[in-house]
């Protein structure tokens, strides 16, 4: 039986999933609603129509159907690189001589180099479909801004991105993948804005966050007529799309009847972890089955493991709507010397109640740990891991390693988000021992937590 498991799980194009899963039809207490930061009241689909596409805003705002089916379009472009493979990690379990057996759902076959272009194809498709000119966004290290350049240029759309502006510096190949794709890239904070002038006038010099590149994003697409703005993390919608990779992930075991034990994701805003949970943690809720669900996150920028469970904004320049949400306070930004991604202050509503609700766990690692990890894994699978995917290998080996202790022989699934290619400066600190690992004290957390808006 167990021989019969191959090195990669391939299902094929017919059985790419119809429908994307909506994970909080099955919540019995579902995340509560985003707020006007204004008013502080509830967001109706007319405010959030001006700052997000249609389509978008009703899946948003979708509690209630569980399956909504995937447009023949996106399907078509989905074929182009899915289904994904699941691949048994056979070579890292003879390497830890542990008796788990390790699967990978590898997310980083196309040339974005992580899973954001399965919701940033959905996202264009939208906008398209709505008659829109095109898009702003912001992006971190780049995986999002380089996937939504695809997208857009795939359906003929203007992508404009806010990129961070550390990430500018540091990674001008991302940049230049994008433009290559026809997106326009924009370091953040700018002073192409006018909260990014207000930022730079309060921060000089500062490198920048997500949060002030959300600001600026948001602002260009509400001033600018045929605009939306589109966000590669966080949001229902985009966990939503992301639950293709859980679909198929529970199909190819199903195939060969192989139950997991531990489902392990990394988080940053909670999209891959989110969509490669869903149909698990469906079950879980609908009392259907079992699993034991891991988010693992940098401990630099520990929103599930440190932060509080509140509304706040998912932007510096609170401009945002309110989200209640495991967040460090908009204003918290990672110390610079964090490389291994995962850089947001927030976390997606949905895992946060269900974290909140007792129905996953939540670890952190240091980012010296997770390049190990890294490093490992590369050796002996080969794939050149992003160090955001990482952070999934380094529980994944831990808990590998445990069951060597324990002589148990649990099945352990993680999510492999992407490559990390465009990484090598932060593989470089490493190799050259010059990467550090900062913990933020209580007292700094404190600071961030007192400065969160008084709504809760
Ligand atoms: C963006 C990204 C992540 C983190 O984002 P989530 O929304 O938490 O999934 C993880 N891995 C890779 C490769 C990414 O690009």
Redesign the pocket.
């Known amino acids: 039986m167990e021989q019969q498991i191959p090195y990669k799980i391939y299902l094929d194009e017919t059985e790419l999933p119809n429908a994307w899963y909506n994970l909080r039809a099955d919540m019995p207490v579902k995340p509560a609603p985003l707020l006007n930061p204004g008013t502080l009241q509830p967001l109706t689909a007319q405010e959030l129509d001006g700052i997000f596409c249609e389509a978008l805003v009703a899946q948003e705002l979708n509690e209630t159907d569980a399956y909504i089916p995937i447009p023949a379009e996106i399907r078509d472009f989905y074929k182009m690189y899915r289904p994904s493979p699941l691949v048994r990690a056979y070579c890292l379990e003879k390497q830890l001589g542990t008796p788990a057996k390790i699967y990978y759902k590898f997310?980083?076959n196309n040339t974005s180099?992580?899973?954001?272009l399965n919701s940033a194809i959905a996202q264009a498709y939208y906008a398209k479909e709505q008659g829109l000119k095109g898009v702003t966004t912001e992006t971190?290290?780049g995986?999002?801004g380089t996937a939504l350049s695809m997208a857009c240029s795939y359906f003929g759309l203007d992508c404009k991105v806010f990129m961070v502006k550390v990430s500018y510096e540091q990674k001008p190949f991302r940049r230049e993948v994008m433009r290559t794709y026809g997106a326009s890239v924009v370091p953040s904070p700018s002073d192409t804005t006018e909260v990014g002038r207000k930022i730079l006038a309060e921060h000089p010099g500062t490198g920048g966050s997500l949060g002030c590149a959300i600001s600026e994003a948001v602002e260009v697409a509400t001033v600018n007529p045929g605009y939306r703005y589109v966000l590669?993390?966080?949001l229902n919608q985009?966990l939503l799309h992301?639950s293709v990779i859980g679909l198929e992930t529970k199909a190819a075991l199903d195939k060969y009847g192989v139950k997991p034990d531990m489902i392990i994701?990394?988080?940053?805003?909670?999209?891959?972890?989110?969509g490669l949970i869903a149909p698990f943690m469906g079950e879980k809720l609908r009392g259907e089955a079992d699993y034991r669900i891991i988010a693992v996150e940098p401990a630099s920028c520990p929103s599930f493991t440190r932060g509080r469970f509140a509304y706040d904004f998912c932007d510096t320049g609170m401009i945002c709507p309110l989200a209640k949400m495991y967040t460090l306070g908009s204003g918290f930004i990672p110390s610079p010397n964090h490389a291994g991604?995962?850089r947001?202050h927030g976390m997606?509503t949905t895992l946060s109640q269900l974290y909140h609700d007792g129905y996953m766990e939540a670890v952190s690692v240091e980012q010296t740990k997770v390049f190990e990890a890294a490093e490992q894994f590369a050796r002996v699978e080969g794939i050149l891991p992003?160090p955001?995917?990482a952070h999934a290998i380094r529980v994944a080996i831990d808990e590998a390693v445990k069951c060597k202790e324990t002589g148990e022989a649990k099945t352990i699934v993680f999510g492999l988000?992407?490559t990390g290619y465009f990484d090598m400066v932060a593989y470089q600190k490493f190799h050259e021992g010059a990467m550090s690992d900062y913990i933020p004290t209580d007292e700094e957390l404190q600071a961030s937590f007192d400065r969160l808006p008084r709504v809760n």
Do not use: D, I, M
Not at 113 to 116: D, E, M
Not at 265 to 274: D, E, F, R, V
């Open positions: 997310e980083g180099g992580s899973h954001k971190g290290a995986q999002w590669g993390s966080v985009v992301q994701g990394c988080a940053g805003g909670g999209s891959n972890l989110g991604g995962l947001f997606s992003a955001e995917s988000t992407g």
